[in-house]
């Protein structure tokens, strides 16, 4: 299986946006899910948000409510993490994983439901 490309990232300030690509060159067909999730340092890898493919069930951790949001590009197999007014904790390493299932919203912040995983952004946030 082609494996899970992510940009974006980098460094910014407190109350910024910023974006992270994550582009699956392999994926057919309309269905699957995809799942952003975090790690920062110290800590367990936590989930971010995730959505169908296909539409119809995307949801959002409530530590990132209201400030993220998904977004896809069928045409380049591209999904994006847009993030505004970011706050220091939300400093980590970001993931994006894909799942070949359309999972329902329950699983859908569970990573073992994932099987293809980008090699993780570095998103920093401070002054």
């Known amino acids: 299986q082609v494996g899970v490309v992510q940009s974006g990232g980098g460094w910014v300030q407190p109350g910024a946006s910023l974006r992270i690509s994550c582009t699956n060159p392999?994926?057919?067909?309309?269905?699957?899910?995809v799942g952003w999730f975090r790690q920062a340092p110290g800590k367990e890898r936590e989930f971010v948000a995730a959505?169908?493919?296909?539409?119809?069930?995307?949801i959002y951790a409530n530590s990132v409510k209201g400030r993220v949001s998904i977004s896809k590009d069928n045409a380049k197999n591209t999904m994006y993490l847009q993030m505004t007014s970011l706050k220091p904790e939300d400093t980590a390493l970001y993931y994006c994983?894909?799942?070949?299932?359309?999972?329902?919203?329950?699983?859908?912040?569970?990573?073992?439901?994932?099987?293809?995983w980008g090699q993780g952004t570095q998103v920093t946030v401070s002054f």
């Open positions: 994983a894909v799942s070949g299932r359309n999972l329902i919203a329950s699983t859908m912040p569970d990573e073992n439901a994932y099987d293809n």
């Open positions: 392999g994926r057919t067909g309309s269905g699957g899910t």
């Open positions: 959505f169908r493919w296909s539409g119809g069930s995307t």
